[in-house]
């Protein structure tokens, strides 16, 4: 009975994203959900993309944390439309918090919304929430061992973020056994090596942004 | 109605842990139980310990894992029974799983038992497996942000390891406002800087753990 009761709040979650999404295809939107471990660096991403993103898109956040208006202050300097989700506890957002704070925008201005999910390497994979594109950020000093370790994130993500390569020096990461594993796990995620100190990988983060949400527009005709 | 369940569901838990428990009691084994994001550094601190602690204490461990048996056959190194939960999805370990684990086990030639919990800094913590305390453990490179964002953790651990304190110099980790954050969240945790690569810290682990041991066998008279 637990299990049907699971089932059900899955599919519950799933009608309400694909509600999402088609709502957000009208409005001619492009939704990024940045799923990763907490300390991954998904804000600082942010902090960087968010300048240059704004010369081209018109651009907002909607930002998952279980507790804190910490990560959403620090993205308010940037002056775009921030919405905070507060889960209380919860690990994860679903798509019926997606949709409330959705209300918070003016849908007629945006181009293009991050959602930056609560930082957790697990749950987070199970929910859609009505993006377009999910994208796993994993950090260097995480590991290299994670792919295979929590497989699922990997298997829905179109992109992973391999960030803080700064410190890939300092750190055991084998580069060959994450490629190695991601290539089993995955075969055709694409991968970006990325630091938010010395800008590396930057630019093709924000070019992958950009053709993908231009391929997520041409779809819909 | 949902609520309700999940009432039920953590209820069922907390008397199978406290069930878990009493039977460690009876048998004067202390259990401790490792909760950090993924790849904070819980395998490899177990790495270092055993072989200091195989010395003093008959050791086990229960790893708990999402999927594969990458971290147990790290272990399987030091020659201490090693009992593997893959969870499968799930994002967290339960009393009942820990229960089953024990099994594999000969308790009567047993002190001290680790369980590695899945990585994840939210879920684990609202789960009593039936330990004699809970260790959180952060790593450096995830930032000093930490204790606020995911406070139940840092309210529910008997002890607190900064791990990669290596690796403090690359980053901006700010310690003074980490200490301060971690004080309004858990005024009376403890907290052990700790650094697997210069080994910094582990004698004051092995210390805390053998006093905590000994504390809670004294409790029991």
Redesign the interface.
Known sequence: M?IK?LQN?LEANEEKAQEVRDFLNQKHIFMVNLIS????GKTTLLEKTLPILKQKFRVAVIEG????E??AKRLDLYQVPVSLINTK?A?HLESVSIEKALLAFDLDQLDLIFVEN??????PA?FDIGEHAKVAML?V???D??P?????LFQEASLTILN?I??LK??DFDKTRFYDDLERVNPNLSVIELSCKTNEGIDAWVDWLDKRRIASLNRLG
Chains 1, 2 share one sequence.
Not at 65 to 68: A, G, I, K, P, S
Request: aromatic content about 6%; some cysteine; hydrophobic content about 25%.
């Open positions: 637990q009761i709040l471990s907490p300390g991954s944390d279980v507790e804190t910490r990560d506890g690990c609560v930082g957790n390497l697990v749950c199970e950090s000093p995480e590991g061992d994670k295979l370790k929590y497989p699922l803080k700064d410190l300092y750190t």
